[in-house]
């Protein structure tokens, strides 16, 4: 099950306000090479996988990339409040 | 074909990184070096023989402004360790000396949660307090929550 833990799996704070830098660091989360499309892909891939090795290191490499999204997501909101 | 005869994986992998993969499993080094928990989390990586720097780019130094910034920090440094290990004995479930480090941290860092609970509130949903604390005080996506 899908559980949440109250931190980030690294400290980020935004000292200044950038409009442009938010538009740019949100371009980061969906498209071909983005967090998101990362996460799910690793997430489906291992479904075929053959092995004890495969099968663990994608679902855990599934559950660190979902943590890089909370990531982007600060990084970008805290540009536009600031 | 994905495997080789032997059961390896046939995939291009840089030089440095199968040096480093070979070494463990033939035992050239009995134990991965590892950096220090600070380093760790600041590079990213727990593996001094896998960090591969940024062209000139220098990792920050981590530093938090309150009292409770820096018992997270504590507890994030942790929890990367255990990440970082977590990874790599997926493909290396056979290393002793990694699975004691790892079950170190594991039992370090769930007495620094626990302490942190007593002062901040929970930090996941299991951590029990006196009262109802889960929807209070900051949330990691704010200013100030980490």
Redesign the interface.
Known sequence: MY???????????IKKKDLRMAKYIITQLGGYAGELGAALRYFSQKFTM?D??GK??LN??AT?ESEHK?LT??KA??RV?? | MLFDKNGFYMVDVPDKDYNFAVDVMTGSFDRPKLYDLTEGLEKGNLFPALYDPYKNYIPGKLKASTERGKKLIEIQKLDFAITDLNLYLDLHPDDLYAYKMFKTYVMDCKKKKEEFTKIYGPLMLDELTDEYEWSKGVWPWEEGGM
């Open positions: 559980k949440y833990t109250k931190m980030l799996p690294y400290p980020v704070d053959p004890e090795k663990s290191l855990d490499i660190e909370r997501y600060k909101s805290l409040i600031r």
